[in-house]
């Protein structure tokens, strides 16, 4: 059984690293903040938030060169993928969109909030060496990548929620 679980869990954590390198992120150094009176244009905002996004595919990229291989690597390693998505959300919510794209940035942030909830269930899967609970929260992530890629799209990003190893599209 731990075997099993050795080998679920090394191919559930690669799976989740290729969905969710597409989440975007950023390790909060990045000075992308903008105060209340700073609007950005909307090529500015997505500039910027693209930026952030690459960080985290990078990032992402970067945790995949070593994939865990116990429940308890997969659980730091789930904990390590939260800390870059809530990273990534807080920077790009700290960009001072233009009215004509917040909404559709507003859509986008409520559908990686989401996302965070899913790791959360897929984090505490790992810690209790819950493989099949474990799969499901990562089904539910593969599950509303569309989504999300639509919705960053919606915003004008290239990068954010592009899944790994994809370039971005050159139609937008």
């Known amino acids: 059984m731990l075997a099993g679980m050795r080998i679920t869990c090394v191919a559930l954590a690669m799976l ?3 969905i969710l ?16 009176g700073d609007e950005l244009t909307k090529a ?8 952030i996004c690459k960080d985290a595919h990078d990032r992402f990229a970067e945790l995949q060169t ?31 969109a233009p009215a004509s794209v917040k909404p559709a940035l507003d859509d986008y942030l409520k559908a990686m909030d989401k996302n ?7 984090l505490a899967a ?26 960053a799209q919606a915003v004008g990003f290239k990068e954010c929620s592009r899944p790994a190893g994809t370039a971005p599209s050159s139609s937008g």
Request: with cysteine; proline share 3%.
């Open 16 to 18: 989740l690293v290729a």
């Open 44 to 51: 500015e905002l997505i500039a910027k938030g693209d930026a």
């Open 126 to 151: 790992a810690q209790n060496s819950d493989a099949t609970a474990y799969a499901k929260a990562q089904a539910k992530a593969v599950k509303d990548q569309v989504e999300r890629l639509q919705l």
């Open 66 to 96: 070593t994939p865990p291989t116990t429940p308890e690597e997969t659980a730091t390693f789930t904990q390590q993928l939260i800390d870059i998505t809530e990273s990534e959300v807080s920077q790009l919510r700290a960009l001072a």
């Open 21 to 36: 390198a597409g989440c975007g992120g950023g390790d909060g150094s990045s000075s992308t903040s903008s105060t209340a």
């Open 116 to 122: 965070v909830a899913v790791l959360k269930q897929g």
